[in-house]
């Protein structure tokens, strides 16, 4: 399998993230859709099934699931409405605090631990283009391909 990892950067972040114990599941090339039957309720910290899956779908973007699942939760920043709208609420709450974050194809996903209770999703409750991912969503993470072709990122500033 480690020979298959070299030559596949996706399948290779795939099983890093699962060796971090973050449960994965593939999606569609330069998409957001699963490509499996449940979705995001197939992710897994298998490597054999990652490998399995990547076996299948060699360029399929990486999707995880938020909520307690992972025990995280997402505020999708979309576009420049989002980052207004992100900027608004920094004005009027606060910095956030330093926490991981990704670059996506038109935002970014900043990724904060899960509180324990449910947190459901939204889209658009806090501002226009944000979304919040909680419990039943998902995101998609590094290094896979946005539709638009760009590649998700993680913020190398805040690692």
């Given at each position: 399998m480690s020979?298959?990892?070299l030559q596949n950067p996706l399948l290779?972040?795939?099983?890093?993230y699962a060796t971090d114990g973050i449960a994965i599941f593939p999606v569609k090339e330069r998409d957001k859709?699963?490509?499996?039957?449940?979705?995001?309720?197939?992710?897994?910290t298998d490597p054999d099934t990652i490998a399995r899956w990547w076996?299948?779908?060699p360029n399929a973007n990486i999707g995880l699931?938020?909520?307690?699942a992972n025990r995280v939760?997402?505020?999708d920043i979309d576009g420049d409405d989002g980052k207004e709208a992100f900027d608004g609420l920094v004005a009027e709450h606060g910095e956030i605090p330093k926490t991981p974050q990704s670059i996506t194809g038109n935002g970014r996903?900043?990724?904060?631990?899960?509180p324990g209770e449910k947190l459901k999703n939204?889209?658009?409750?806090?501002?226009?283009?944000?979304?919040?991912?909680g419990d039943g969503g998902y995101i998609v993470v590094p290094p896979s391909i946005h539709p638009t072709g760009h590649q998700y990122k993680w913020d190398p500033g805040l690692q």
């Open positions: 020979g298959n990892t290779s972040a795939a099983l890093d859709s699963p490509l499996t039957k449940n979705g995001f309720k197939d992710a897994s076996g299948k779908w699931p938020t909520g307690k939760w997402v505020l996903h900043i990724i904060f631990k899960h939204s889209v658009r409750s806090l501002g226009k283009g944000l979304d919040v991912r």
